[in-house]
T-cell receptor, first 112, second 110 residues
Framework: AQSVTQPDIHITVSEGASLELRCNYSYGATPYLFWYVQSPGQGLQLLLKYFSGDTLVQGIKGFEAEFKRSQSSFNLRKPSVHWSDAAEYFCALNNAGNMLTFGGGTRLMVKP | AAGVIQSPRHLIKEKRETATLKCYPIPRHDTVYWYQQGPGQDPQFLISFYEKMQSDKGSIPDRFSAQQFSDYHSELNMSSLELGDSALYFC?????????FGPGTRLTVL
């Protein structure tokens, strides 16, 4: 069975600081991995995805993520956080049946 | 670009009532998915349809049913509503491996 773990429930960073959100997965094959962002009461917006190939993927809003098979990780990064980045971030894995399995989410707060 | 449309955006029902949620996928997307997100929780997969046939089933209660119509829109029917059904219900659509989510329907059961 597949699973996704986001170890950090809450993270607070100062505006302009760098950000890394952790995501670990468990899956028997090469996974399809995604990061989504959800603002309060809103839907899920796709930030980026990894299927194969280059392990460093670029997404929207200046985010990137690196797939590390040896660590079963797909961490999300941003070099300089903006106040508008405050939201909940979900890492997700797509199994062979295409249903998404989500991590528990990480709530990002940005200090001015 | 067109996005996934869900209606209604908000719905308030009493216990034991029924509710119908609608989802209109992105044009030319052939697969629709339904997810339930309880307060403070991550989305949980309920059910999906590919080309109008049920393709996967997750933790969907027997009180719930869904279908996809000839125009690819989908409806989630929920009967005998319980307080615990209060949640945000998302629809997503895809043509391939990437799912795009709608804004969700917030269901409140009183």
């Amino acid at each position: 069975a597949q699973s996704v773990t986001q170890p950090d429930i809450h993270i607070t960073v100062s505006e302009g600081a760098s950000l890394e959100l952790r995501c670990n997965y468990s899956y028997g094959a090469t996974p399809y991995l995604f990061w989504y962002v959800q603002s309060p009461g809103q839907g899920l917006q796709l930030l980026l995805k990894y299927f194969s190939g280059d392990t460093l993927v670029q997404g929207i809003k200046g985010f990137e993520a690196e797939f590390k098979r040896s660590q079963s990780s797909f961490n999300l990064r941003k070099p300089s956080v903006h106040w508008s980045d405050a939201a909940e971030y979900f890492c997700a894995l797509n199994n062979a049946g295409n249903m998404l399995t989500f991590g528990g989410g990480t709530r990002l707060m940005v200090k001015p | 670009a067109a996005g996934v449309i869900q209606s209604p955006r908000h719905l308030i029902k009493e216990k034991r009532e029924t509710a119908t949620l609608k989802c209109y996928p992105i044009p030319r997307h052939d697969t629709v998915y339904w997810y339930q997100q309880g307060p403070g929780q991550d989305p949980q997969f309920l059910i999906s349809f590919y080309e109008k046939m049920q393709s996967d089933k997750g933790s969907i209660p027997d009180r719930f049913s869904a279908q996809q119509f000839s125009d690819y829109h989908s409806e989630l029917n929920m009967s005998s509503l319980e307080l615990g059904d209060s949640a945000l219900y998302f629809c997503a659509s895809s043509r391939g491996d990437t799912q795009y989510f709608g804004p969700g329907t917030r269901l409140t059961v009183l």
